[in-house]
């Protein structure tokens, strides 16, 4: 049973274009993440949602717009994909947001801007 | 990134011990996790402190200094299955901050 999914492993695109990552999660929890991992390896936190709710948003350029419909699916929208967007972008889920709640990822979505 | 500091690479024997040390900001700091992250896979939990102290869990413990903005992870009975890069991160801030990680080469 997989905790955390994302959809799709591998997105290799051109420079320019639009492209939306997803990620699913059957923990129950109710807060979701959104990490981007560059090639120097640092994981940074891009976006958070509590409960549908957005309460984390980092310095990231805003072509990139995530979405949660619901408590257990949290997508990542990029618009006009730079070079410096290809990274891994992980995303991750805790119960709650707090610093007890131990943080779960997802398989990751390996990003290519050709 | 963020202040937090642990070596980029070790490298040991299989069945021996090492120690990865990390410092950071004490500032609003609520929590240290520590994470190992395979070559291409997530990265996995491993463990938690938020007191001081020492927690163990199998072969490997953690041990946190609040007052110092220390912690260290405790790798015993090395395997080569633990060749991975082990990554600090600090709670603040409501976030995780992540280190670079610490990339352990275990030999045979």
């Known amino acids: 049973d997989t905790a955390v999914s994302q959809t799709p492993k591998y997105l290799v695109t051109q420079m320019g274009n639009d492209k939306s990552i997803k990620c699913e999660q059957n923990?129950?929890?109710?807060?979701m993440y959104w990490y981007k991992q560059d090639s120097k390896k640092f994981l940074k936190i891009m976006f958070s949602y509590n409960n549908k709710e957005l309460i984390i948003n980092e310095t990231v350029p805003n072509r990139f717009s995530p979405k949660s419909p619901d408590k257990a699916h949290l997508n990542l929208h990029i618009n006009s994909l730079e070079l410096g967007d290809s990274a891994v972008y992980f995303c991750?889920?805790?119960?709650?947001?707090?610093?007890?709640?131990?943080?779960?990822f997802g398989p990751g979505t390996r990003l290519t801007v050709l | 990134g963020q202040n937090i500091d642990q070596p980029t690479e070790m490298t040991a024997t299989e069945g021996a011990i090492v120690q990865i040390n990390c410092t950071y900001q004490?500032?609003?700091?609520?929590?240290l996790f520590w994470y190992q992250q395979h070559a291409g896979e997530a990265p996995t939990f491993l463990s938690y402190n938020v007191l001081d102290g020492l927690e163990e869990k199998g072969r490997f413990s953690s041990f946190l200094s609040r007052s110092k903005g220390y912690s260290y992870l405790l790798l015993k009975e090395l395997q080569m299955k633990d060749s991975a890069s082990y990554l600090c991160?600090?709670?603040?801030?409501?976030?995780?901050?992540f280190g670079a990680g610490t990339t352990v080469t275990v030999r045979a």
């Open positions: 991160a600090p709670f603040r801030e409501y976030k995780l901050s």
């Open positions: 923990l129950g929890h109710d807060t």
């Open positions: 991750a889920s805790s119960r709650g947001p707090t610093s007890t709640d131990t943080q779960y």
């Open positions: 004490t500032s609003g700091f609520n929590g």
